[in-house]
Nanobody, 126 residues
Framework: QLQPVESGGGLVQPGGSLRLSCAAS????????IAWFRQAPGMEREGVAC????????DFGDSMKGRFIISEDNARNTVFLQMNSLKPEDTGVYYC???????????????????WGQGTQVTVSL
């Protein structure tokens, strides 16, 4: 059973950085998409970024482009989200999600993903 596990969240001041990790082992398919989503209190879950097994990357949110960078370490089956220049509006629970199997593309809709982690809290505040 595939169970993504997120880590790396915490409290950070505005302008600071965090790196989230998603350990997504337990599958052997060569076709997958792994994405980060976030959800602020009272808001819908929104896509942050995605990486596919073809090596393609896609950033979903205009407000995050240039600040958030998704990457992966295939040897460790881990996907990272480097978050820089953090703002208070980046506060929320960040989730890792896996679509398996998947084509060589990324999907922005949370409904496309069939495996979800428990989430990690990110709080940006003084």
């Amino acid at each position: 059973q595939l169970q993504p596990v997120e880590s790396g969240g915490g409290l950070v001041q505005p302008g600071g950085s965090l790196r989230l990790s998603c350990a997504a082992s337990g599958f052997t398919s060569g076709s997958y998409a792994i994405a980060w989503f976030r959800q602020a209190p009272g808001m819908e879950r929104e896509g942050v970024a995605c990486i596919s097994s073809s090596g393609g990357r896609r950033d979903f949110g205009d407000s995050m482009k240039g600040r958030f960078i998704i990457s992966e370490d295939n040897a460790r089956n881990t996907v990272f989200l480097q978050m820089n220049s953090l703002k208070p509006e980046d506060t929320g629970v960040y989730y890792c999600a896996v679509k398996l199997p998947s084509g060589p593309v990324c999907y922005e809709s949370p409904a496309e993903y069939n495996y979800w982690g428990q989430g990690t809290q990110v709080t940006v505040s003084l």
